[in-house]
């Protein structure tokens, strides 16, 4: 149980780091190469990339509702019990994909430099 309220804790602390970092060092790095980067600027990628993963593995699943309620907000209620919980099942697996994806390879300095596989970057930012 304790290990389990730790497991969480790190996560959430990771993904409220990134949070506010990642806004800050995409647009600084929106023209940095691997090739030019500083060393401090290729550590901040991978550890914004690894947060960012792991963020992404635990918090897939609020694909599910997420997309109830946008496909509801935007396309009625009829559409958003039907059609959004499909809609959110496919994002929900590949959130989580690509959160495996991005851990696994978080010294690998792709896509681009550190960059996300997708946007939005989190479950909870805006489409």
């Not at 990771?14 to 800050?24: I, M, N, V």
Request: with cysteine.
């Amino acid at each position: 149980m304790a290990l389990k309220r730790s497991l969480v804790m790190t996560i959430l602390v990771l993904a409220l780091f990134t949070l506010g970092t990642e806004r800050q060092a995409h647009a600084r790095n929106s023209s940095v190469t691997i090739d030019d980067a500083s060393p401090q600027e290729i550590v901040d990628g991978m550890a914004n990339k690894l947060a960012r993963g792991v963020a992404n593995i635990a918090t897939g699943w609020l694909e599910l509702p997420k997309q109830i309620y946008i496909t509801c907000k935007e396309e009625g209620y009829a559409k958003g019990l039907t059609v959004g919980p499909v809609k959110g099942i496919g994002m929900s697996l590949v959130r989580t994909v690509s959160g495996v994806g991005e851990t696994v390879t978080f010294v690998i300095a792709y896509p681009g430099f550190y960059d996300p596989f997708f946007d939005p970057s989190y479950v909870w930012q805006k489409e």
